[in-house]
Every structure is written in C-alpha cells, then in structure tokens.
C-alpha cells in the first residue's frame, strides 16, 4: 500500500505542475492582445528607419528594406527637437509637482476638516470631472489672455495648477489616516500645515506615485490646449512637434515617425523603471477607494 502511495505522489506533482486549459487560454488571449496593442508600435519604429519612398510604398513593406537613420538626423538636425524636449519636460514637471501639493493639501482638508458646506462643495468639485475641457476652453483662454500669459510657457502651467481627480483620490487616500495621529499633532503644538507636510505628506507615497505618472503624461501629451496658446516655435512642445512635420512634410512619414519614437521613448523607459511602483500605486489606490 506504501509502494503504490509513493508511486502515485510524482504523477500527482507532476500533474499539479501541468497548466490547465484555462490556464493556457488565458496565455494565449492575453499573448494576441499583447501583439494587437504592440503591432502599431512595432510598425512605427520601423517606418523611422525606413526611406521617404518606401515609406510610402503600397503595400506596406514589414520591415524596411535598407535600414537608415537618415529620418531621425534630420529631425534632430532641421528643427529644435531638444528645445521642444525641454520644454516639455519642464511644463510637465512644473504641473505635476503644483498639482500633488495642491491635491494633497486640498484632499487634507476634506478629508480632517469640517465646515459648512464642505460636501456640498466636495460634491459640485468633482462635477467638474464630467465637464469636457472644450466647454471650459473659452473661458480659460479668456483668463490667460487677461494674465497676459499666453504664447509663454506659464499658459501651460497656470491653467493646470488644481486637479479634481487629484484631490478625489488625496481625500481617499488621507481619510483612512487615523484622526489619533492629527490630534496628538495639534496637542504638541503642531500647526495645521506642519501636521500636513510633516504627517500627512510622507505617508502619501503611493497616492503621489499614481497621480505624479497620471498627470505627468497627460501634461506631457496634450495638445489641444497649447495648439490654442502657443504661437512661437521656440515655445512648442513635443505633441505640437509632430504637428510641425506633419504639416511642414506632408507626406514624409518618416520624420513624423522618427520624431514619434524620439517623443515615445522616454515613456517607455519611464514606465518600465516605476512599473512597480505604478502597480502598486494602482492597487492601493483601489483599496483605499
């Protein structure tokens, strides 16, 4: 009875290490979804090492048939690629620091303070979540032009300096804090700012990790807003970039894809060092929700 007990236990290993068939057709799904989403991609890298005319070729050419990087020294080289890098590096930096100081702050007070009228206007805040930016553009590029800001780099700034959607998820984030750790603050003598930047902020991390990538990339991909407030080319940002060839080399796809790897890049690279930290910012803020 031993013997065929001991016999059986590496069959039964063997078939606990075997992949089920949902298992595998779960794989399978999510490997083909994988391409989907990738083949653009894929093909965009390989259009920027391609010639004008091959680029232009019907059908398509898979992979370029003499690879070149003509298309991206002439992006680097014909227009200010660098300047308009950093520019938008520095607009979207600048947006996303005032936006986690702000939401934070803000997301304190809804969270710990109590007033008249708080809900309510806690409420009417995150109404605005569900205003499109196009029915506010007006009014913004009103109050810019007012400020005598616009075609400067702050027209990108100014305007983005409160997030709803961050302050929402500051809130979450900050009422799970015990109310314990405030009072005992206040009753050493701590005042209400001190409580928030030297107790609130430090345990915010995974909230600051998930709004910093969320804001940091919609302000470094937007393109309506400084299609509409900037004139000057010194000015542009990366998105206007692609604007610029598509519009000065109209059927030169490979600068316009030369000049979207250049822009894409840096994101990627972004993403895979604080995947991590991306994922679990995603999960706790969940949790907290």
Not at 117 to 128: E, K, Q, S
Not at 243 to 258: E, G, I, K, Q
Request: a positive charge.
């Amino acid at each position: 009875m031993k013997k065929a007990m001991t016999a059986s236990t590496p069959s039964t290993k063997a078939s606990a290490r075997r992949p089920s068939l949902s298992t595998i057709t779960l794989y399978v799904v999510l490997s083909l979804g994988a391409i989907v989403m990738l083949t653009p991609l894929f093909q965009m890298i390989m259009t920027s090492f391609k010639t004008s005319g091959e680029a232009l070729r019907v059908p398509p050419t898979l992979l370029p048939d003499r690879p070149t990087l003509e298309a991206y020294r002439t992006v680097l080289t014909q227009a200010p690629f660098g300047l308009w890098f950093r520019n938008s590096v520095l607009v979207a930096v600048s947006v996303t620091a005032l936006i986690l100081f702000t939401s934070s702050l803000a997301g304190y007070i809804f969270a710990k303070f109590k007033f008249p009228g708080r809900d309510l206007l806690f409420t009417l805040l995150l109404g605005t979540l569900m205003v499109p930016f196009p029915v506010v553009l007006i009014p913004i590029y009103l109050i810019v032009n007012n400020l005598h800001l616009l075609n400067t780099l702050f027209a990108l700034i100014v305007p983005s300096t409160v997030s709803a959607f961050g302050i929402f998820l500051m809130r979450q984030f900050i009422a799970a804090i015990p109310d314990d750790l405030i009072d005992a603050a206040r009753l050493d003598g701590a005042s209400e700012f001190g409580i928030y930047w030297r107790l609130i902020r430090p345990q915010l991390g995974p909230a600051f990790g998930a709004l910093g990538i969320f804001t940091f990339l919609s302000s470094r991909n937007d393109y309506l807003w400084p299609l509409i407030a900037i004139n000057d080319q010194d000015k542009m940002t990366l998105p206007l970039a692609l604007a610029f060839f598509n519009s000065s080399h109209a059927t030169r796809y490979d600068l316009v894809m030369a000049a979207a790897v250049l822009i894409v890049l840096p994101v990627i690279a972004a993403f895979l060092f604080f995947q991590r930290q991306f994922i679990n910012a995603l999960v706790l803020s969940g949790m907290k929700g």
